[in-house]
């Protein structure tokens, strides 16, 4: 791994504004080469304990600065963030195998989110009501939450942390952040450049250590006033539960089951390009990734025929070594879950149009993979596949596509390519999702609200909408007047 500046690789956590050790350490690994590329501490309770407390203590001077002197040090932390994107994206695809060009852009989509709360930070508007009693005024004020835990995962190591941060600190919040410990080598260079910027001890501290023990550390803490979790479901709801004891706010960003539905009248070049950028982007390891691809009976052949031969075509090597369009899986899990997939799908009658089998490069590369003849029994189906998979389902009616499209117990995002105008309306209207897209492929951006219905989570990230996780009304009633 070569860094320009090499001091922004940091083996150890940040708290309170030092860089903590621990007698016992973790091993991260590169997982294109199998190879330990860094040792990270494992902090026990007692270190999360003195985390909460100075996050605790900084809460007080960083929650009484204007506005405006958060979103300048918020500013500088996104320059500064800016300034060494190409060394941030090479720890990222060191640390968790993504191509290259895909680490800078996620770089370069977290900061945008330090720079959009910058910015609405300074937008924190309370409200006047008109009273009921003309001796009355009533006032509505809205203030930071308080202390903030973060817990992120692996598959976007700076921007679901930057998504957390920037709000909470432009609220007025300080916060403790637990990273994935697959890729915690992002987060410990975000904070490094956070100090560079200026930014106060304790505002920010990165924890690692047994996930477990700091969430149950964090959760059942009643300094912290509010959770804000990105994985799996399953541990989203763990981390709810806990949450309930102190009646904690929380935010979480979990799981998804997206439907890609192409209809007859669609542009099918575009939809393809659309399900590409959908479905094999960090080697289909994102929460909105497609799940499901419904294609329409008119179109079924064409598309299935022209969309596997383009994804045959799709590059896979390890993200430092050239501009491939896939790297490997996360981890041993992740490439087991993907071959019991397609096996799955297999063993029920589909039929595989290319890919289907871990890659030639050996270790945790899988092929990009199309699978025809998707069926409702399969796996897939329900299931969140986080691999570079495709199933192709084929649908006749539109009644029919929206039915199988809400059959599921995620509601994250949607996408669907149609031209005709009262289907776009009839379809977006009826897919119970907390995002659609319509057209396109790619939907995140800082300035629209991120987040999902159902199990897929609650509340949003991003946009105007995002800051309101951070900050709790005071309603004042002014009486005597
Ligand atoms: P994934 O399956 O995508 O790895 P997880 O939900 O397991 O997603 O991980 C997301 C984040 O949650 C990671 O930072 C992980 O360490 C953390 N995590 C996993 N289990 C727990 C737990 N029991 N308590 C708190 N955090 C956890």
Redo the contacts with the bound molecule.
């Keep these: 791994m070569k860094l320009h500046d090499t001091s922004l690789f940091k083996q150890q956590a940040y708290v309170n504004g030092e860089w903590v050790s621990a007698d016992k350490t973790l091993p991260v690994h590169n997982p294109a080469t199998g190879n330990v590329i860094a040792y990270i501490p494992m902090l026990g309770a007692s270190d999360i304990r003195t985390a909460i407390k100075a996050a605790e203590s900084a809460f007080h001077d960083w929650r009484a600065k204007t506005a405006a002197e958060r979103s300048t040090l918020l500013r500088q932390w996104y320059r500064l963030i800016l300034d060494n994107q190409d060394d941030l994206a090479t720890l990222m695809t060191t640390e968790q195998g993504k191509p290259l060009r895909e680490s800078k852009a996620e770089v370069g989509y977290g900061a945008s989110f330090i720079e959009w709360y910058a910015e609405e930070a300074k937008r924190a508007y309370g409200d006047l009501i008109p009273a009921t009693r003309s001796s009355q005024r009533i006032m509505v004020t809205r203030e930071p939450v308080g202390v903030v835990a973060a ?4 598959n976007f190591p700076n921007a679901m942390i930057a998504r957390k941060v920037a709000p909470a600190l432009a609220a007025g919040c300080t916060i403790i952040i ?4 697959l890729t915690p080598l992002s987060a410990f260079a975000m904070a490094e450049l956070a100090e560079r910027a200026g930014i106060p001890a304790g505002v920010i501290n990165i924890v690692t250590g047994d ?2 023990e ?2 149950a550390e964090l959760t059942s803490s009643t300094i912290i006033r509010k959770l804000s979790f990105t ?2 479901t399953a ?1 989203g709801k ?2 709810m539960k806990q949450c309930a004891d102190s009646v904690k706010k929380v935010s979480l960003e979990l799981g998804g089951n997206a439907p890609f539905i192409v209809f007859d009248d669609a542009n099918v070049e575009q939809a393809i390009q659309g399900a590409i950028a959908s479905k094999y982007r960090n080697s289909g390891q994102t929460c909105v990734c497609m799940n499901r691809l419904f294609v329409q009976e008119g179109i079924y052949d064409e598309f299935v025929e022209k969309f596997a031969e383009a994804v045959s075509k799709l590059t896979v090597g390890p993200g430092l070594d050239g501009d491939f369009n896939q790297g490997p899986l996360i981890n041993e899990a992740a490439l087991l879950k993907t071959k019991s997939m397609v096996d799955d799908a297999l063993a029920k009658k589909g039929r595989l149009l290319t890919g289907g089998r871990p890659h030639s490069l050996g270790g945790l590369f899988y092929e990009p993979t199309v699978l025809a003849n998707a069926a409702m029994d399969m796996k897939c189906y329900q299931e969140e596949i986080f691999g570079p998979v495709a199933p192709v389902f084929r649908f006749h009616h539109e009644d029919d596509v929206i039915t199988m499209a809400n059959d599921t117990r995620y509601g994250l995002a949607a996408y669907f390519y149609a031209n005709d105008l009262s289907r776009v309306f009839r379809v977006t209207e009826s897919l119970e999702y907390g995002m659609v897209a319509v057209n396109e492929g790619v939907l995140s951006t800082e300035v629209a609200p991120f987040g999902g219905i159902k199990e897929s989570g609650i509340g949003r990230e991003g946009s105007k909408y995002g800051l309101d996780e951070y900050l709790e009304m005071k309603y004042v009633l002014l009486g005597g007047i």
């Design positions: 817990i992120t995962p692996w637990k990273p994935s410990e996930a477990k700091i969430g994985g799996s541990v763990l981390l």
